[in-house]
């Protein structure tokens, strides 16, 4: 029953759609966060999209980043922010993105132009009553396979992934440690999409520069974390929560080490 409802939903949705109509799709990620044990965990993305552009972003960075936007105060945990912690804003007719990742001690956002060799196989089959077709392509050091609706005329999906004949309704690396997967849709208005203030050449960095700077913070963060902090308020304690701060987020960063990309 639900996935008549949910075939159902897609039907009227596009049959009525117009290219000025913003439409959220729901992805659930079922992923393996650590090379060193076998859990896997599960998280909600968004993919809004309106017109060529479109943003992902996990489900609980939205309601963070509209937290900070109303200027309410909260203190999220390390886990509450998740390592999940970015938004990718595309262009899909320019095939260019914009991630902003926010790696709790520091903001890095670098612009990409996406380059995907995709490989359409003549093999098709059904999800959720939805005709799909599959593709295979290489990105970030993975093999991924997608499973695309020809019927659904949006050339998007999970991630920096687009460029399909159709929107992507599966997507799962070869290894099975990351796989996503469309569960729903709605139309929302346009003060819910979530614009990027980053403006190109402004706080944008090269995807070399941006991983070679993650790498080292994840690393050693405690030097990032004293850059916000003023000359006066470096005393000793300040300097025992900061450093106690710093381990904290480094271990974390250790336990949570199986990235998208590789």
Known sequence: MKKNILLFCFTIFFSFSCNSQIHR??????????????EMKNDLFYLDTLENQSVFIRKEKKETDSLLAANINFNPTFSSFGTM??????????????????????VLSYK?????????????????????????????GRSWI????????????PYVFMGLPGL???MEDSAN????????????????????????????????????????????PLPVLMQAMSEVTKDTKAMDNMRQQAEALKKYYQDNDNSIER
Do not use: C
């Not at 059904?126 to 295979?136: P, R, T």
């Open 85 to 106: 912690n970015f938004k990718v804003v595309k262009d899909t007719k320019n095939m260019t993105i914009i991630l902003k990742d926010d790696l709790q001690a520091g």
């Open 25 to 38: 799709f729901y992805y659930e990620l079922t992923y393996k966060p650590s090379t060193r044990n076998k």
């Open 168 to 170: 992507i309704v599966e």
């Open 112 to 140: 990409e132009t996406i380059q995907l060799q995709w490989k359409l196989s003549q093999e098709n089959k059904v999800l959720d009553n939805i005709k799909v077709q599959k593709a295979e392509t290489d990105y970030g």
């Open 177 to 220: 440690e990351y796989h996503w997967r469309l569960i729903g849709n709605k139309k929302i208005s346009q003060s819910e999409l979530q614009t990027e203030t980053v403006m190109d050449g402004e706080g944008l960095i090269s995807k070399e520069a941006y991983i070679k700077n993650k790498e080292s913070l994840m690393k050693d």
């Open 146 to 157: 997608a499973w695309f609706a020809a019927d659904i005329p949006v050339f998007d999906g």
